[in-house]
């Protein structure tokens, strides 16, 4: 069974949560799940052997290495190494070329090229590549696999290349071995049918389907090839030798070799990472000992080795909790091959290629293709795959990488451009960052607008480079000689005010910290020309009126943004988590002040943020009280009071008029002089800010006297929250009502309560 997984860091950090478990106390656990994995590796280890085409004993040459070397160094705890299945195409064309003893030459040169990415630390850049590639290459590894494996199960023998498995198809559908064909299927079948059984995870399908497949050759007494080993494994190891050809090929079969492996080591451990709570890998930790084992395997005559998805997984499912069940099932893999080799002679080679072709289906990620289809990502999946499929593999991931490149290249570099007539003239908006490649389709939106009109050019760009700059200041100047008007709107930057002043702009700026809808009017609302520079921003819908500009402004950028949030607050109706009173004060902005949006907050707003006590001749600020706590059933009410205020400072100065409505409306804050003026209250604040403050602490005191608000704070489903806002330094604080003090805003969990 899997265990929760961590949320306390991220695969690929170095850190840890938390010591693993003692060793004797960890064995209960550890010593099952390696008996778990020593059933896996056997026939993945023969399988992989097989389909390269190298000696079989070399694949549990990797598992023993893997397991041992890798297990014992490596930064994945439940990583789980072994033949590398992603590998397997390489390999056998390394094989073809090089002859096996080169060919483990180069895996231990490659090993050694991991253990130099390691120590450089360079192995989390190993990540940044474009996952479209990265499984688009683990399809097309996949289905390499799949093809070549399906050949052997027909009785035929597997190529290099997959073109040539696929010429060879035809002619191995229409003479196919009986007998290997029944074998085949059988072992599909298990491997497929397997995780439906009741308890099958007791044994690993690759051994069941291996089982059934030697069963049933048995059984039905069918002609069919079988592992072959030599009469003593240990004895008839091939030592590596150098290989023979250009320096460059082999450096290239080097790098290969090394890159792909450590991909496929680093995927499995981000992956095995997500599957558990005990340490977190160190990735760089773990592709040194990854080369580790790669070095070790290559010098014993063993295959490639990498980290495995399918033994991490198994291994977690099986219970393991530290290495040790990493490290004791490659020795059970030495005990079983030196005690019971001749078991391995009973296995068919086709019940190995069945079980191998599900693996290598199973590369092809559905789920996966899924996801990137939702971001736009399958144009580099697809050039990979097939890349990998035609050419070869180092083809396919540059064919891939080209094409994720170009992609990226495109997003960053294009803009959206909208032209569009309104009542008063045209508006044509930008968004994205204008370059070069783009001024071509600009121009040509540009002048589809006819001559003579009033034109907005409303730019949301964070980049403009020359030939954009150049593009638009030509079009503008012809177009306003021909008797037009042309007025530029920058919303997000401004970049060609900044490049007709001659201070052009040269990196891309980040999204603006304050959008319109909360900047003041005054920021971004300027009409005349004698207002600023050669860029006039325009009138909006000819109406002079700041708030209906305003409103328009939310209409065209805003409003989108929120309705979806509206809509749904609309048909659900509000459920507010808090009733917020403030000031009404036009510099305190309640959604701004606390980064809420509609539907959060149940605002009340009065001259000097008052609650008048229970009973008072004032029953509007009751009946807010009432029903947010009542009918909308929230759970803190905040008074939030704040710096500079006029309220605050007329009860100080003596501001009001007599018999005013303002005069009478500020006598509900008699309370807060009297208390302002106890020698409690700190004194370390300008007398109206002070006033302020104990004036929020007063209010708290004032809402404990509607019942509803009683009752509930008494249930525990309410809570009283003071704050106080400083306009000068745009801070928020915590009003402490037994100190009339105010405390920083820290955590959540420092908030004042009552």
């Not at 503008?476 to 900044?498: A, C, I, M, P, S």
């Amino acid at each position: 069974m899997n265990r929760p997984r961590s949320n306390k860091s991220h695969a690929g950090e170095h850190t840890t949560a938390g010591p693993p478990p003692r060793f004797p106390a960890s064995l209960r656990f550890d010593l099952p799940a390696s008996f778990v994995l020593f059933l896996l590796a056997v026939p993945l280890s023969l399988g992989v052997a097989a389909a390269t085409g190298a000696p079989l004993i070399s694949g549990l040459i990797a598992a023993v290495v893997g397991g041992v070397v890798a297990g014992l160094f490596g930064g994945t705890p439940l990583q789980v190494s072994g033949a590398a299945t992603g590998l397997i195409v390489v390999t056998a064309g390394l094989i073809l070329k090089y002859g096996w003893a080169a060919t483990a030459a180069i895996t231990l040169a490659a090993g050694l090229v991991q253990i130099v990415l390691g120590v450089t630390r360079v192995a989390r850049l190993a990540l940044s590549l474009s996952p479209a590639v990265v499984h688009g290459m683990l399809a097309g590894i996949g289905l390499s696999i799949a093809l070549g494996q399906l050949v052997i199960v027909l009785g035929g023998h597997a190529h290099a290349t997959t073109l040539a498995n696929l010429a060879e198809l035809p002619a191995e559908l229409h003479s196919s071995h009986f007998g290997s064909v029944v074998v085949g299927a059988v072992a599909v079948a298990v491997m497929l049918m397997w995780p439906r059984i009741p308890r099958s995870a007791l044994v690993p399908a690759p051994l069941a389907a291996v089982l059934a497949g030697t069963t049933a050759a048995i059984a039905l007494r069918l002609d069919v090839s079988t592992v072959d080993l030599p009469d003593a494994p240990l004895a008839d190891i091939v030592l590596p030798r150098v290989p023979e050809g250009s320096v460059g090929g082999v450096a290239l079969a080097v790098l290969t070799v090394a890159l792909v492996a450590s991909m496929e080591s680093l995927l499995s451990a981000v992956a095995v990472d997500k599957l558990h709570d005990g340490p977190r890998a160190d990735l760089d930790r773990e592709l040194v000992a990854q080369g580790a084992a790669n070095a070790v395997s290559g010098a014993l005559g063993g295959l490639p080795v990498s980290g495995g998805i399918i033994r991490g997984s198994a291994n977690v499912a099986a219970g393991a909790r530290t290495r040790a069940s990493t490290v004791l099932h490659g020795l059970w893999v030495v005990v079983f091959v030196v005690a019971l080799g001749g078991v391995l002679e009973l296995i068919p080679l086709a019940a190995l290629a069945g079980v191998l072709l599900v693996v290598g289906l199973r590369l092809v990620n559905r789920d996966r293709v899924r996801k990137l289809a939702q971001h736009g990502e399958v144009a580099p999946y697809v050039g990979t795959v097939a890349g990998v499929l035609a050419f070869g593999l180092v083809e396919g991931v540059l064919i891939g990488m080209a094409i994720a490149v170009l992609r990226a290249l495109y997003r960053l570099t294009h803009s959206s451009v909208r032209v569009e007539e309104e009542t008063d003239g045209w508006r044509v908006s930008i968004r994205g960052s204008l370059v070069f490649l783009g001024v071509g389709r600009l121009v040509r939106e540009l002048r589809r607008i006819p001559l003579g009109k009033r034109v907005v050019l409303e730019l949301h760009i964070d980049f403009m480079d020359h030939a954009a700059f150049e593009a638009i200041d030509d079009w503008r100047g012809g177009y306003q000689r021909l008797g037009g008007q042309v007025d530029v709107d920058e919303v997000h930057d401004t970049w060609f005010r900044k490049a007709i002043g001659g201070k052009p702009g040269l990196r891309k700026t980040p999204p603006s910290p304050l959008p319109r809808w909360f900047a003041p009017w005054s920021h971004w609302q300027r009409t005349r020309p004698g207002d600023g520079p050669d860029v006039v921003l325009p009138t909006q819908r000819g109406d002079a009126d700041p708030m209906i500009r305003g409103m328009h402004e939310f209409e065209r950028n805003s409003a989108p943004l929120v309705r979806p949030f509206l809509a749904d607050l609309a048909a659900r109706g509000q459920r507010p988590q808090q009733l917020f009173i403030t000031c009404a004060d036009s510099r305190v902005v309640p959604n701004l002040i606390t980064s809420s949006g509609p539907g959060d907050l149940f605002c009340v707003r009065n001259i000097g943020n008052l609650v008048p006590a229970a009973g008072t001749d004032d029953d509007s600020m009751g009946a807010a009280v009432e029903y947010a706590v009542d009918v909308l059933g929230v759970g803190t009410i905040a008074v939030c009071g704040h710096s500079h205020c006029g309220a605050m400072s007329a009860l100080v100065n003596g501001g009001t008029r007599p018999g005013t409505a303002l005069n009478s409306w500020l006598r509900h804050a008699d309370p807060s002089l009297i208390r302002f003026h106890d020698p409690n209250t700190a004194g370390d604040l300008p007398v109206v800010e002070r006033l302020s403050v104990t004036n929020v602490a007063q209010q708290l005191d004032n809402l404990l006297t509607y019942p509803s608000v009683r009752e509930a704070v008494s249930a525990g489903t309410l809570r009283l929250v003071g704050m106080y806002f400083d306009i000068s330094e745009a801070r928020v604080y915590l009003v402490d009502p037994d100190r009339n003090a105010l405390e920083p805003l820290r955590t959540p969990a420092s908030r004042q309560s009552r």
